[in-house]
């Protein structure tokens, strides 16, 4: 099912602002006609930022799918004790900082998965993005710094080949047919009629729905952090990007 909210991240995901006309007001969650604010899903955290309205700046502190409403939910400080009310239009602020570091691991990440697949035949059966830094857990039996740490060297090399990272829908039937689109099992894409595909031609094509920087070379220089062993068939890969 579609969500209720225009999801305006997923049409252009350098968006800082937007309006929006308040649909629902429940407790501290506030839902939205529209928004630019990325819920926490597929591993991504979730955006930061403000509304502002009446000359008024509330903090959004949280951002998360409600699956019962099959929406986008804010959590939105101070709301219970202000006026805001559904139907009141407001902007939406993201904070852009936080969002495009986001971006940047999030666009690594499927550089580094892409080669962790193609090369050791590894799958990624979990993963993380926070502001600060990412991890990824691969279906590995050994646990061997050197292979990480040659996976993101291959990584920035392919980083610095400055390539177009391409965003568009294919009807689901048409987008599944696609070798290697759906990367995580436990990811499998929403039951909606069109799918959004990232691909960074030549490497990787995935069914995804969060933000990505427009080219490879927006990403920076990927870091090696630390490779931890999770258990028999999982080791965990730690990340960052520096400018
Ligand atoms: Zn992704």
């Known amino acids: 099912m579609e969500v209720r909210t225009r ?3 997923q049409e252009d995901s350098y968006l800082k602002e937007c309006e929006a006309t308040v649909t629902l007001i429940s407790g501290e969650l506030v839902f939205f006609d529209t928004t630019i604010f990325h819920p926490r899903s597929g591993g991504v955290d979730h955006d930061k930022g403000y509304v502002e309205f009446h000359g008024k700046r509330l903090s959004v502190i949280e951002v998360f799918l409600d699956k019962e409403r ?6 939105v400080l101070g709301v219970k004790s202000c006026d805001l009310k ?3 239009r407001v902007k939406l602020v993201i904070d852009w900082n936080r969002r495009y570091k986001l971006m940047r691991l999030h666009t690594a990440a499927h550089i580094i998965s892409s080669i962790m697949y193609n090369e050791y035949g590894a799958l990624v059966s ?19 710094k050197d292979v990480f740490t040659r996976v993101i060297e291959k990584a920035n090399e392919i980083v610095s080949r400055d390539l177009e990272v391409k965003i568009y829908w294919l009807p689901r039937e048409e987008a599944l047919r696609i ?36 080219k490879t070379s927006e990403i920076g220089k ?4 630390r490779a931890e062993s999770k258990g028999k068939a999982k ?4 990340y960052s990007v520096q400018p």
């Open 70 to 75: 099959n929406d986008v939910a804010h959590r």
């Open 126 to 144: 979990g993963g993380n993005i926070t502001e600060d830094y990412a991890y990824d857990d691969y279906t590995l039996e050994k646990l061997d």
């Open 179 to 214: 070798p290697g689109i759906v990367k995580l099992a436990s990811r499998t894409p929403p039951d909606i009629k069109n799918l959004r595909i990232v691909e960074i031609p030549g490497v990787d094509i995935q069914a995804d729905g969060g933000p990505h920087v427009r």
């Open 222 to 225: 990927i870091v090696f952090l």
């Open 7 to 9: 999801l305006l991240y």
């Open 86 to 88: 559904p139907g009141m």
């Open 235 to 238: 080791k965990r890969l730690y």
